[in-house]
């Protein structure tokens, strides 16, 4: 799409009034291709606002099915939804809303193998959202980031803890701004209780920290964000915010970063 | 990375508290002495990542602000 309609205009002034987004960064916004993967309490919020703010492209991946005690945080699905897939619960619903937008619901678990089958449809210009619920999809997630040079927005958050980061693992980028993957920061062993089923976390919580990933996302669509490779960390219980410089472990086997060699070659 | 006299303390400031250590001590002999799991957390000093491979070989320096992220997974 080149240009907006007549009721696009209207639809999406207020972002364009931005003056760093404008007409140029909702077109992008628009003609954006976005995959979320995990429609729990992160990924249903997310979809939400990016398909609000204009994205027609998504392709969604959880093999979980909609819960009873996934209602009281992840606000795209009812009781009527209970013991169907997420994926085409949140298609069903946001189709009724988004009549323009495309969908593509996937209702498989994401194994090292079904992200491989999936690489054609999870290649460049896809913006990769990590909403899983454990580490094991969260590192395979990474190595496909990693290995096709694609942007990750990745969210976690456990009890009153959440944590945040996005990476362009395309951006051709200096030794300077080395930041590693997830990997780098939680090696494979990586080993926690930390998860929602067994912290328990309140939704407004997990909601903070969906917005910032949407947040982050349109903003790296428009070309507006700056803080690539910043860890945030949120503490839901004193509303306090810390940030971490992310740097690459020397000793990561994934993130050799080719795109660091070609550049280091190319001056 | 110059090590600390055995004699001498450092104040470092440790998950926003104060701590006085003794001697040269690294990341790893700190979060030891914290009875921390090394497995399920990722540490921060002076708001910088710092991996893992490198805790062994970091010592902790005087001011130095050190702070412990626990992992989290869940969405």
Wanted: aromatic content about 8%; overall charge negative.
């Amino acid at each position: 799409m080149n240009t907006l309609s007549a009721k696009q205009y209207i639809q999406y002034s207020r972002t364009m009034l931005l003056n760093d987004i404008g007409e140029a960064g909702q077109l992008a916004i628009i003609n954006s291709q976005v995959a979320i993967i995990g429609l729990g309490g992160l990924g249903q919020l997310v979809v939400q606002y990016l398909a609000a703010a204009g994205v027609k492209q998504f392709i969604l991946l959880d093999h979980d099915v909609v819960a009873l005690d996934n209602l009281p945080r992840q606000l795209l699905y009812n009781e009527a939804d209970i013991g169907q897939y997420k994926v085409t619960a949140a298609k069903r619903t946001l189709r009724r809303l988004y009549s323009d937008i495309y969908f593509d619901a996937i209702p498989e678990m994401l194994t090292e193998t079904s992200i491989s089958e999936l690489s054609d449809e999870l290649s460049k210009d896809v913006l990769i959202f990590d909403c899983t619920d454990n580490f094991a999809s969260r590192h395979v997630i990474n190595q496909h980031c990693v290995t096709q040079g694609l942007t990750l927005i990745s969210a976690a958050i456990s009890a009153y803890h959440g944590q945040l980061f996005c990476i362009d693992f395309g951006a051709k980028i200096t030794h300077e701004k080395q930041h590693g993957c997830y990997r780098c920061l939680y090696p494979l062993d990586i080993e926690t209780n930390q998860t929602c089923s067994q912290q328990g976390v309140l939704g407004p919580a997990v909601g903070v920290m969906a917005s910032m990933q949407a947040l982050i996302g349109l903003q790296h669509i428009c070309n507006t964000f700056t803080q690539y490779g910043m860890l945030l960390r949120f503490d839901a219980l004193t509303l306090e915010w810390h940030q971490a410089k992310m740097n690459r472990d020397q000793q990561c086997t994934l993130c050799q970063q080719p795109q660091l060699q070609e550049y280091a070659h190319g001056c | 990375m110059d090590a600390n006299h055995p004699s001498q303390s450092i104040q470092v400031v440790f998950n926003g508290a104060a701590e006085t250590l003794k001697g040269t001590v690294t990341i790893s002999e700190l979060l030891i002495l914290k009875q921390l799991p090394i497995n399920a957390i990722a540490i921060v000093v002076n708001d910088e990542v710092l991996p893992r491979s490198r805790w062994n070989h970091v010592i902790c320096h005087q001011y130095d602000r050190i702070n412990v992220f626990s992992a989290v997974a869940g969405g």
